[in-house]
């Protein structure tokens, strides 16, 4: 079966660095997710993806964030100056289409990111 | 406010008993309710989905209902298995104001399952 796939599985940065984040979505899938899960709390939202341009974003999407589909197989999330509270598990997700019933959300197994 | 409860924050039962989960929320315009396992480091993977008119969602041992007048939703494990140690995580869509679906995320429910 088809999978999201996100590199690193694990990332560690100092305080100030810029990160990227990677993701390969599912092949045919056309809406593309980033989600974050700080350790014991639930997974929230940052921002939807979809013909090349952002269609949603929460208010944790600060300008610090930006998204990219460089090549129309991967999809990134760079962090330009991370802050000690952007530690947290970062999930790719992607789905088929808008209709969120027929179209579930296909997660990646998530980038670890510690910022020290 | 759009929200998503869950109850227990976490459950611990034997090797072969049934449990249940609950879910409310408080989400509109309301699309579909899903339910998500979450294995520990890695990414949640779809169980069920219900639409507003499903009262009543079966996958193998994991059976989810759903009453739309009072937003409450369940999942029931049947005969759990070991495997069944997960955070379970209810998650509900709306469609937004700019037509886009909007995907609102219960805190879990971590289940662990005892030999």
């Known amino acids: 079966e088809p999978e999201v796939t996100q590199t690193p599985s694990h990332q560690v940065t100092q305080m100030g660095q810029e990160v990227i984040l990677r993701c390969v979505p599912i092949?045919?899938?056309?809406?593309f997710y980033w989600y974050r899960q700080i350790l014991g709390q639930k997974v929230e939202f940052l921002v939807s993806?979809?013909?090349?341009?952002?269609?949603?974003k929460s208010e944790i999407f600060d300008d610090q964030f930006s998204v990219e589909r460089p090549d129309g197989s991967n999809f990134t999330l760079k962090i330009r100056s991370t802050k000690l509270e952007d530690s947290a598990m970062y999930f790719c997700a992607s789905s088929a289409g808008q209709s969120s019933y027929n179209s579930p959300l296909h997660f990646g197994n998530g980038t670890r990111l510690t910022v020290t | 406010k759009n929200q998503v409860e869950q109850s227990p924050q976490s459950l611990i039962i034997l090797e072969g008993k049934n449990c249940t989960l609950q879910c409310n929320y408080t989400v509109s315009p309301f699309s579909n309710l899903r339910w998500y396992k979450q294995d520990t480091g890695r990414g949640p993977v779809s169980l069920t989905i219900?639409?507003?008119?499903?009262n009543t969602k079966s996958n193998g041992r994991y059976t989810a209902t759903l009453d739309a007048d009072t937003k409450q939703s369940s999942l029931h494990i049947t005969a759990s298995q070991l495997s069944d140690s997960a955070s379970y995580i209810c998650?509900?869509?709306?469609?937004?104001?700019?037509?886009?679906?909007?995907?609102?995320f219960g805190t879990g429910t971590r289940l662990k399952v005892l030999a």
């Open positions: 998650v509900v869509s709306a469609v937004s104001t700019s037509g886009t679906y909007k995907y609102i």
């Open positions: 219900m639409t507003f008119s499903e």
């Open positions: 092949s045919n899938h056309l809406y």
């Open positions: 993806f979809y013909n090349n341009e952002i269609s949603e």
